[in-house]
């Protein structure tokens, strides 16, 4: 429920980025203007708007500024909160409020040598000493504190036993969570299906999937390098022959292509014997491969994830893995020059496609069923709450922000 259970320290990074000074439209509205009261808590108007941005960056509106709606959404914390107060939920014995204090007082010292360290120039105590000052300064003209940071944990603890509360103990059942997966899943074989959508969305923009489709494998690598002039002249006979596909231009590619090869011979010769005799691929790859991929755990354990149709490989890369030679797992593949250098790629595994429940997709759907439900539980309460909480809006200011918004 409590979108903003972030912690000063968490926010030292982007407000480093921000004291470096961005250049901002002209704004002829006074953005100290209080716009809202909850329960006699101001907001003003520029609180209003940090609050719109941070409901946009996180999912909960399309547009921003929605105005509107973060009234509504800071008017619904101000009940909750009147709530929690009134129900005794900030009530902590001593040792609660000790631990907390201590907690505030870590990540208070953690905000401070952040920013120390982001500005500091000479490595001095007095240069140290002065920063912290500086530190303090900034973090408290912004609004950020220790006793508030002590304040939002308190709070967050408080919410925590709040939705404990509503949600009575609930704990979906095997038939709620599969019911879930079944119908989510079906919107992303739908939407997945394709390779092609699949990886755009998945690997370029990040987006969950619970849909793998068919036709995957896990695939090690090892990239050869290769001296940069025989690299330069095969790309320049790529492109070539990709402008005109002729059969000279066929041809001036596999010569560069194999004068490539043959200034690695050595190397894939040693890579072949190695392995005909039972070697490790995880300790040729120590040996000989320049992949900074290569060097990740997860990585090396799953291996990349190709298919005949991706879209996010070097299409050479991809040849390699799907060479003749390429079967079955434990297999590898011939040399294939491509744009990094020689791909010589082995067969790690087949990834199995369809909708497959994991333990992070079951509990994923699990948090989602009791969030629904602590949800549901709440806006059962609100009515009654929300008669102890009175909420003022400045309808004029209102509109003068929503007008300079637009003129901007």
Do not use: C, D, F, R
């Given at each position: 429920m409590n979108l903003l259970k972030r912690t000063l320290a968490l926010l030292v990074a982007l407000m480093m980025l921000l004291s470096a000074g961005v250049a901002l439209a002209e704004n002829t509205f006074d953005m100290s203007r209080i716009i809202l009261t909850v329960n006699g808590k101001e907001y003003s108007a520029d609180y209003l708007d940090n609050m719109a941005y941070q409901l946009y960056n996180y999912g909960y509106v399309e547009t921003y500024p929605d105005y509107d709606y973060t009234i509504e959404y800071l008017y619904e914390q101000g009940v909750i909160e009147s709530h929690l107060v009134d129900a005794g939920y900030l009530n902590f014995t001593a040792e609660e409020e000790a631990a907390f204090a201590n907690e505030a007082a870590r990540e208070w010292e953690d905000a401070l040598n952040s920013y120390v360290e982001y500005y500091l120039s000479e490595d001095t105590a007095e240069a140290r000493a002065v920063l912290r000052e500086q530190a303090a300064a900034y973090y408290e003209s912004n609004g950020y504190s220790e006793a508030g940071l002590l304040e939002n944990l308190k709070m967050q603890a408080a919410w925590e036993k709040l939705d404990a509360d509503m949600?009575?103990?609930?704990?979906?059942?095997e038939d709620e969570i599969q019911a879930v997966f079944n119908e989510v899943g079906a919107q992303y074989a739908a939407m997945y299906a394709d390779v092609g959508m699949h990886e755009f969305y998945t690997q370029y923009y990040g987006y969950e999937s619970w849909y793998m489709p068919e036709g995957y494998r896990g695939v090690l690598q090892i990239l050869l390098e290769v001296d940069e002039s025989l690299l330069n002249a095969y790309a320049e006979a790529a492109e070539a022959y990709e402008t005109e596909a002729t059969e000279a231009n066929k041809a001036a590619v596999d010569a560069a292509a194999a004068a490539c090869v043959a200034s690695r011979q050595e190397a894939i010769d040693a890579i072949n014997t190695t392995m005909a005799n039972g070697g490790s691929w995880l300790e040729l790859i120590k040996e000989y491969n320049i992949d900074p991929g290569m060097e990740d755990e997860t990585n090396l354990a799953e291996g990349y994830a190709v298919h005949r149709e991706s879209i996010i490989y070097d299409p050479q890369f991809i040849a390699a893995a799907f060479d003749e030679r390429m079967n079955q797992p434990g297999d590898w593949s011939n040399p294939s020059v491509g744009d990094y250098g020689i791909y010589v790629v082995y067969y790690l595994r087949d990834i199995p496609g369809g909708l497959i429940m994991t333990d992070d997709i079951h509990a994923e759907i699990e948090e989602y069923?009791?969030?629904?439900?602590?949800?549901?539980?709440?806006?059962?309460?609100?009515?009654?709450?929300?008669?102890?909480?009175?909420m003022v809006c400045d309808t004029d200011a209102l509109a003068e922000l929503k007008a300079q918004t637009v003129a901007e």
């Open positions: 949600t009575g103990g609930y704990v979906p059942t069923l009791i969030g629904n439900a602590a949800n549901n539980a709440y806006s059962a309460q609100m009515g009654a709450w929300a008669e102890k909480v009175e």
